[in-house]
């Protein structure tokens, strides 16, 4: 009896589980769903080729796809396919624009290439590891590190005279732990010499590939290690004494340059 009773308990809280898993995620489908929507609903509303766009590649590819269908009579087949595939365009085309015009706005704003590399995604066989602000000074001047199948990429953002001496300190950093692994150094910002933040993963992807996915995390986990070390509450290779509120940490910049997007976007 006491077995049944337990089983009975272990299957009942099985089944809760499962109810809150499943309604998890729709709650998460929901956001998404909503989140997609007020992104277009602002993106319509200050980019006035969007929809224009959007509907000549849904239309465009179902006209293409009948037309090839009528030459083996299996038009309306065609069409649907042709349909669904416009509507996958549609929606490479929305969000496209929409990354496009996100960094129009925040061009050199503080926090843009830490932003830039924080949303790169990884895809088969490529991996990225961003950690911002691994050095920074009280100008708001910093280096963000990258970690992915070149090597080491060191991304400073701000001043390119200050940030030469904070690029050094985590070169060397780097080269003292993982030593014979490439570093490469990129400086972000829209000067001469400089790699525009919408171009800085475009950029990334043209540096050669010496690892593979894993050898990425690895190396990743080693530079988290030695971060580990520094001293708790301060960016590494920070100097002392006060600072700014908004430089200890890049998120805050991160969320700074978000509210200012949904105001201009909501105008």
């Known amino acids: 009896m006491a077995k049944d ?9 099985e089944k809760a589980a499962k109810r809150e898993e499943r309604a998890a995620k729709r709650a998460k489908g929901k956001q998404t769903r909503g989140q997609v929507r007020e992104a277009f609903n602002i993106q319509r509303k200050r980019d006035k080729k969007l929809i224009p766009y959007m509907l000549l590649s849904v239309l465009g590819m179902g006209l293409l796809f009948f037309l090839i269908g009528l030459l083996f009579r299996g038009q309306w087949f065609m069409l649907v396919l042709g349909l669904l595939l ?10 496209r ?4 015009s996100m960094y129009d ?3 050199d ?3 843009a290439a830490a932003w830039t590399l924080e949303n790169m995604k990884s895809t088969m066989g490529i991996a990225w590891v961003p950690k911002t602000g691994v050095q920074a000074n009280t100008h708001m001047d910093a280096v963000h590190r990258v970690v992915g199948n070149p090597g080491v990429v060191l991304v400073g953002e701000g001043n390119p ?3 030469k001496p904070l690029m050094a300190k985590e070169h060397k950093r780097v080269d003292r732990l993982l030593a014979g692994v490439p570093i490469f150094e990129v400086y ?7 790699v525009r933040n919408r171009d800085l993963q475009k950029h990334l992807l043209k540096l050669p590939k010496n690892y593979k996915k894993d050898d990425v995390y690895a190396l990743s986990a080693k530079l988290d290690a030695m971060d580990a070390r520094t001293r708790p509450g301060q960016i590494p290779g920070l100097p002392g004494g006060p600072i700014p509120k908004q430089a200890q940490n890049m998120s805050g910049m991160n969320r700074k340059m978000r509210r200012m997007q949904q105001r201009q976007g909501g105008k």
Request: charged share 25%; proline share 3%; hydrophobic share 45%.
């Open 5 to 13: 009773e337990k089983a009975a308990a272990q299957k009942a809280a």
């Open 86 to 95: 416009g509507a996958v365009l549609a929606m490479w085309i929305f969000s």
């Open 97 to 100: 624009r929409l990354e496009g």
């Open 105 to 107: 706005e925040v061009g």
């Open 109 to 111: 704003t503080p926090g």
């Open 161 to 163: 005279n200050r940030l």
């Open 188 to 194: 972000a910002g829209e000067g001469e010499g400089q």
